[in-house]
């Protein structure tokens, strides 16, 4: 079983909408979490950091947490063509110089 | 800002052959992490250095090595190269304690192995 899940998608929403991306780990000692946006060909960039339960709001995202089921998600308000992307969660188990652990990615469609 | 450097943007090797990536990690930073993607595949982790040290290990081939030097920067050496070996490679840079608000990826080298 991989450390963290994602569903590969597409997940594909019309412009205006809201779009929720899922992703589960597996590491009970997890202690950081991440959403990144990766464009095809290009570096994955941070969007959202989330460490403790419940809900942290960034402008149009918002990424939850639930540690006792181990899912961490985030929702994309107003969703934009520009938001077309592959979305990456990762986790982090906060020992000194340990990497991020990265799911497969979401790929997210908005149509216009 | 100073974002992560990497050198260089693409690289055409034959197999066999030898490659050396470099990383130059934002100013201040002091932990390096090297990854692997391949096409339509999640980064990967191979390995990462805190000061000059390897700090954790991921699934980095025997083939490849790596090492952080005085002034922070990572070169990741590769060796015998493989088709597999075909990817794009991102370098990540982070300040140990603030690990937690994520890594600064670099633009990353894209290898050819033909």
């Known amino acids: 079983q991989k450390e963290v899940e994602q569903n590969s998608g597409p997940l594909s929403v019309p412009e205006g909408a809201i779009a929720s991306l899922n992703c589960t780990y597996s590491d009970r000692g997890s202690q950081s979490f991440f959403w990144y946006r990766q464009y095809s060909g290009k570096s994955p960039e941070l969007i959202m950091s989330?460490?403790?339960?419940g809900d942290k709001e960034d402008g149009r995202f918002t990424a939850q947490l639930n540690k006792a089921s181990q899912y961490v998600s985030l929702l994309i308000r107003d969703s934009q063509p520009s938001d077309s992307a592959t979305y990456l969660c990762a986790v982090n188990r906060d020992q000194a110089g340990t990497a991020l652990i990265f799911g497969k990615g979401t790929t997210l469609s908005v149509s216009s | 800002a100073a974002g992560v450097i990497q050198s260089p943007r693409h690289l055409i090797k034959e197999k066999r052959e030898t490659a050396t990536l470099k990383c130059y990690p934002i100013?201040?930073?002091?932990?390096v992490y090297w990854y692997q993607q391949g096409p339509g595949q999640d980064p990967q982790f191979l390995i990462s250095f805190y000061e000059k040290m390897q700090s954790d290990k991921g699934s980095i081939p025997d083939r490849f090595s790596a090492q952080q030097f005085s002034d922070y920067h990572s070169e990741l050496n590769m060796s015998s190269l493989e088709l597999g070996d075909s990817a794009l490679y991102f370098c990540?840079?982070?300040?140990?304690?603030?690990?937690?608000?994520?890594?600064?990826f670099g633009s990353g080298t894209r290898l050819t192995v033909v």
């Open positions: 990540a840079s982070s300040l140990l304690g603030q690990d937690n608000y994520g890594y600064t």
């Open positions: 989330i460490y403790s339960n």
């Open positions: 100013p201040r930073h002091d932990t």
